[in-house]
């Protein structure tokens, strides 16, 4: 949809008081310095009349000025100490500006591939990406990198700014062969309808303001086009979804449930399901401090009260009736990492997931992803900075949606415990059925309780016998056989998650003489071991 | 009524993300507490806190750190509106440093701030065991400002690392800390200086009357101008004037103005050309003042 207004910014914007619908278009900026990422901010600024004459003064005057041209706007976005002293941005800023009809948040986040982490936190709450292009250069590996995170991230609103047009004479074909080669990259990452602009960020031609320097291009500027961007999302038209944050009790004769509604919507009198448990249920009131609602939808913060009594906490998911989401305990999900110390198979995690924080195991890196080249790859940690698909067995069972199909309960974030750094961002993608799961040891650590174990007790067959019913008894897979059995059936044996009880060698083992006593070492040996046992967590 | 027909979306927005933001924390955390500074963004604060946990009152004091050097008219408000509300307000002062005699003439408006506003507020949170503490700082404010976290995360002696942050996704939090450390927790993050006057005049949100154009006593100090009792020293004459940003007398300038209503003040302000904080005179003692003084503690 290409649109034809001009923007006029002497229009007195819109009184608070009236209907007013358009909500905040929160942009992500992908480009690095190089591409003119801070120009074109210090642009959206400024020719939206953002910037304040103070903080002009102050650029015109700081003690770094990249440039001798003029005033340099890229200085407008400038923040800490280091990065204006090295001339880089490392962290996520945000900025704000508004034209009179919309409120904009940009995320400004730097664009090198050791920053990717910062560009995932950015694009986490981006409508749209605002992906610069060098025209010298033309589409690089960094833009297919910018292009993939922001896609995975979940933006379905794209604008590619073909940047620095007058560093190639404003050629409309250098244009036209960057736009069809980019196109084809983002029309397989999702993005809807991306909408290609020509521009000079640092002059300003096509940010704000229209350029006179490009006739043959007759589309709206970037702002012009983003202004009347009717941004859909998915949370909107998703199934109702509503996360208790807490148990408001003020007296005995009120108990609401507090949170905001993650997705859809909800009314007075509707039906619905209390997750765990199935628990069925009756919409009574929706209250707020401005008066009770009829029906209440995404976004928005109400406090919940239900008909019958329920015991009810934090972290309970009230969902449509019919439109559950699907509940287990394996799910895959596609992951940034984000922290020095790897995602490493076998290893424990916490994972936050709406208002629930669970122990997650990682069962395995199913691929890597090369953001580059978006060639997947055989891996068994992800290291920080790299994407990945991988499987979690959780604690406790999870109420899966997919981040494709729900932005706001798809999404979780990993924990390091021992640090309680936030070590990664997961976005859900499936969840493993217990049929069509692989079957791993340490699915058969859970069902038998114990780990592999290989035991000789040489002559001791009374013994091997009674461990043998003992462990079988509790649930255990022992089994007894002869010392000098074939090593692949001693493998097999293994690989199953046995506990091989050897006889008939000379070997005297180191335990009790009385049968007893041994019995009751090697048990407790064998259930008290420190393996992992998924699903038997404490939280 | 505004307050129940108003629409505005943005500001919806707005208020839903900080009415989320004050509802974990309140889950999460054990002590939480909210640094009241009795200008407007504390004013909006409170007004999403209410809105949070309504119907039941807000679950979390006030703390009030008062330098000595604050407007009469401010301690007046504060007094007045706390009691009203019924919340437990806790006022700390550095008291050594005032005993001292700390002013910024004498010490430096550096060092003044770091006695009167950063150790008092370090010593408050420790003598209270708070884990969290609410405050008004908006991104848009100072550019050390703009990277900050909602969840701002600060050591045992409450300072800021900038070059280590937390990443922040979505709307979910990472609550996880150490005993010793604790969370400053910004619900105003993505709010601008239009969308706190908005949202104080569609919501009707009692205020400071500092804040409103009326003629006062002031006195010329170099570029700005101050209410007489900032250099009790010097020549007074009478203006039209009002304050933009409400901080320490000795520190805070007005500007001219005749905004004596609301809707004058956003009219006004979305005629600025100067930012609000120009007239903080502790913004600008050097060049990253603002990002010195939050890695020291400052919130």
């Not at chain 1, 480009?31 to 400024?46: Q, T």
């Not at chain 1, 770094?64 to 204006?84: P, V």
């Not at chain 1, 043959?216 to 970037?222: A, D, L, N, Q």
């Not at chain 2, 007046?76 to 005993?99: C, M, P, Q, W, Y």
């Amino acid at each position: 949809m290409i649109v034809s207004q001009r923007l006029d910014l002497n229009e007195l914007p819109q009184s608070i008081d009236l209907n007013q619908s358009q909500s905040i278009v929160r942009l992500l900026t992908c480009g690095s310095v190089d591409d003119g990422k801070s120009s074109l901010i210090g642009r959206l600024l400024h020719d939206t009349k953002n910037v304040y004459d103070d903080q002009m003064d102050a650029i015109q005057n700081g003690t770094l000025n990249r440039s001798s041209r003029k005033i340099d706007l890229s200085l407008i976005t400038d923040g800490l100490k280091a990065e204006r002293e090295q001339g880089i941005t490392i962290d996520v800023a945000y900025r704000y500006f508004s034209t009179p009809n919309r409120k904009y948040i940009i995320a400004d986040t730097p664009g090198h591939e050791q920053y990717t982490r910062n560009m995932a936190t950015g694009a986490s709450t981006a409508d749209v990406a605002i992906f610069l292009i060098d025209a010298r250069h033309g589409v690089l590996k960094q833009s297919r990198r910018h292009a993939y995170i922001c896609s995975l991230l979940g933006i379905r609103y794209a604008v590619v700014a073909i940047n620095k047009m007058d560093l190639v004479g404003f050629e409309q074909s250098v244009f036209e062969r960057h736009e069809l080669e980019f196109n084809g990259v983002l029309a397989h990452l999702g993005f809807t309808e991306p909408y290609f602009v020509p521009v000079s960020a640092l002059d300003g031609d096509n940010v704000v303001t229209r350029s006179e320097r490009m006739p043959w291009f007759s589309g709206p500027s970037i702002i012009e086009y983003v202004e009347h961007l009717e941004l859909v999302t998915n949370t909107h038209s998703a199934p109702f979804r509503f996360a208790v944050q807490l148990v408001n009790r003020p007296n005995i004769d009120f108990r609401g449930y507090s949170g905001r509604i993650a997705s859809g919507s909800v009314q007075v009198g509707e039906n619905i399901v209390v997750l765990p448990g199935y628990r069925k249920s009756r919409v009574a009131k929706i209250v707020t401090y401005d008066g009770d609602r009829d029906i209440a939808f995404d976004g928005e913060p109400v406090t919940l009260t239900l008909e019958n009594e329920l015991d009810i906490a934090r972290g309970d998911l009230f969902v449509q009736v019919d439109k559950q989401p699907s509940v287990g305990t394996r799910v895959i999900a596609n992951v940034v990492w984000m922290q020095d110390v790897p995602l490493k198979i076998g290893r424990t995690w916490l994972v936050k997931h709406t208002t629930r924080i669970l122990k997650a195991n990682v069962l395995r890196i199913v691929q890597r992803i090369d953001v580059n080249t978006y060639e997947p790859l055989q891996a068994n940690e992800l290291g920080l900075n790299e994407i990945g698909q991988v499987e979690f067995e959780l604690s406790q069972a999870i109420y899966f949606d997919s981040y494709v199909e729900n932005r706001s309960t798809g999404a979780f974030i990993v924990i390091d415990p021992d640090t309680n750094a936030t070590a990664g961002a997961g976005m859900l993608v499936e969840l493993v059925a217990e049929q069509f799961a692989e079957t791993t040891s340490a699915d058969r650590v859970k069902r038998f309780g114990h780990g592999v174990h290989l035991i000789d007790l040489g002559l001791r067959h009374r013994l091997a016998h009674r461990l043998e019913r003992r462990l079988f008894n509790m649930g255990g897979l022992p089994i007894v056989i002869q010392y000098d059995a074939n090593s692949e059936v001693i493998e097999a044996l293994q690989s199953i998650g046995a506990i091989v009880i050897f006889v008939g060698s000379t070997n005297v083992p180191n335990l009790p003489e009385n049968d007893e006593d041994a019995l009751e070492q090697l048990v407790t040996k064998f259930f008290d071991n420190e393996k992992v046992m998924p699903g038997d967590y404490e939280v | 009524m505004i307050s129940t027909a108003w629409t505005n979306r943005s500001l919806r927005e707005l208020e839903s993300e900080a009415i989320y933001i004050f509802r974990e924390v309140v889950a999460e955390f054990q002590r939480p507490v909210l640094l009241y500074s009795v200008g407007k963004d504390s004013a909006v604060m409170i007004r999403l806190a209410q809105k949070a946990f309504y119907p039941a009152p807000i679950p979390f004091p006030f703390l009030h750190v008062d330098t000595g050097y604050k407007f009469q008219e401010m301690i007046e408000f504060r007094d007045r509106f706390t009691g009203e509300l019924g919340v437990k307000l806790i006022s700390h002062r550095n008291e050594a440093a005032v005993a001292s005699g700390a002013h910024p003439d004498r010490i430096g408006t550096q060092r003044c701030c770091g006695l009167l506003k950063t150790r008092a507020l370090l010593d408050a949170i420790a003598h209270g065991k708070f884990d969290a503490a609410f405050g008004g700082a908006r991104r848009d404010e100072e550019k050390s400002r703009a990277k900050e976290r909602v969840y701002s995360f600060r050591d045992s002696l409450g300072q800021w690392e900038p070059r280590s942050q937390r990443p922040e996704l979505w709307n979910v939090y990472n609550s996880k800390i150490e005993q010793s450390d604790s969370i400053r927790v910004f619900p105003l993050s993505n709010w601008t200086e239009l969308d706190v006057w908005q949202y104080i005049h569609a919501e009707d949100i009692p205020i400071v009357p500092l804040y409103f154009a009326q003629p006062r006593s002031v006195v010329v100090v170099g570029n700005s101008i101050m209410l007489a009792e900032a250099r009790p020293e010097l020549p007074t004459h009478v203006e039209m004037v009002r304050m933009r940003s409400l901080g320490c007398v000795p520190c805070t300038g007005a500007i001219r103005s005749s905004a004596d209503t609301l809707p004058k003040i956003i009219d006004e302000l979305r005629g600025f050309r100067r930012s609000e904080r120009e007239n903080r005179a502790i913004d600008h003692d050097t060049e990253g003042s603002m990002e010195i003084k939050k890695r020291e503690g400052y919130f």
